[in-house]
């Protein structure tokens, strides 16, 4: 059984305009019950919490919808 | 990669994000929300910027956190002991006093409160953590001018008067100068001789 994870992603999503791009595709993902991004941010922050769904997924899926996404480091 | 389970998210690390926040504040009153970038804060914190987004969504949501805490904090402190069903001059002198306390005491945090009230952010910071104190203030001053113990004035008149030298003596006392550059410290003496002054000046 899974818990909850946080994943935390630099992108290049950079106006409201794509954050309503990848809004489809992140909200009707069964496993990811929330996720925000900080456009304010300069890496643009993509904060994901999610059941069991791994970082690759989710930056598989942004970059079907044309955008860049990678862990931002610790 | 970066995982956080969200048991470890309940039980996240409270000594590590008081420091976010006190830091989160000092960085908004010295440089301003201009001046304000998580990258500047996690280094400021000598953590990642990636934990920080553990603990807030984003910038606005830490920023939104801290000022109602402060909120939280002024309204708390100012109504300690207070009761609008006090006499106007009574409620005056604790109203002096927890102000004075709380401008003294938390004084890195009033100015980011002043901030806060003064930008984007107002109505989120100042919407529910106020709206209780407002409330208990209107219906004092309600009662003091129904029992005939306080003039009826413009709620601006108001708090100029009643509140103007309290801040006025409070700024002196900060700054550890008066008018003229004159050394000056903040003494319960003065407090109560300019409290005098303004409770005559308030009476009908």
Same mark, same amino acid.
Request: charged content about 30%; hydrophobic content about 40%.
């Given at each position: ?74 | ?21 006190? @830091? /989160?504040? +000092?960085?908004?009153?010295? %440089?301003? &929300?201009?001046? #304000? =970038? ?30 109602? @805490? /402060?909120? +939280?904090?002024?309204?708390? %402190?100012? &109504?300690?002991? #207070? =009761? ?121």
């Amino acid at each position: 059984m899974y818990r909850n994870t946080v994943h935390i992603l630099k992108t290049n999503l950079s106006r409201e305009q794509d954050k309503l791009s990848i809004s489809d595709v992140l909200n009707d993902h069964p496993e990811i019950h929330e996720w925000s991004v900080d456009l304010n941010d300069c890496d643009k922050v993509l904060r994901v919490v999610c059941n069991g769904v791994e970082l690759d997924e989710i930056i598989q899926l942004l970059e079907k919808s044309g955008y860049t996404a990678e862990d931002l480091k610790d | 990669m970066f995982i956080y389970f969200c048991d470890a998210l309940r039980l996240r690390d409270t000594k590590k994000e008081e420091l976010v926040k006190t @830091e /989160a504040g +000092k960085l908004i009153v010295e %440089e301003g &929300l201009k001046g #304000f =970038s998580m990258q500047k804060l996690a280094k400021r914190c000598n953590i990642s910027v990636a934990t920080l987004y553990i603990y807030y969504k984003d910038q606005d949501d830490l920023i939104t956190s801290i000022g109602v @805490e /402060a909120a +939280k904090r002024f309204t708390d %402190e100012t &109504l300690r002991d #207070f =009761s609008p069903e006090m006499s106007f001059s009574e409620g005056l002198k604790i109203q002096w006093k927890n102000r004075a306390r709380y401008a003294l005491n938390f004084r890195q945090e009033m100015q980011l409160y002043e901030i806060l009230r003064h930008s984007p952010f107002s109505d989120v910071v100042l919407g529910t953590a106020t709206m209780a104190f407002k409330d208990v203030m209107k219906s004092f001053i309600k009662k003091a001018i129904a029992n005939n113990e306080l003039v009826p004035v413009t709620i601006e008149v108001y708090w100029c008067v009643a509140f103007g030298p309290l801040y006025n003596l409070i700024k002196f006392h900060v700054e550890k100068k008066s008018i003229g550059d004159r050394d000056f410290q903040l003494t319960d003496e003065a407090l109560e001789s300019a409290l005098q002054l303004v409770l005559k000046a308030l009476k009908p």
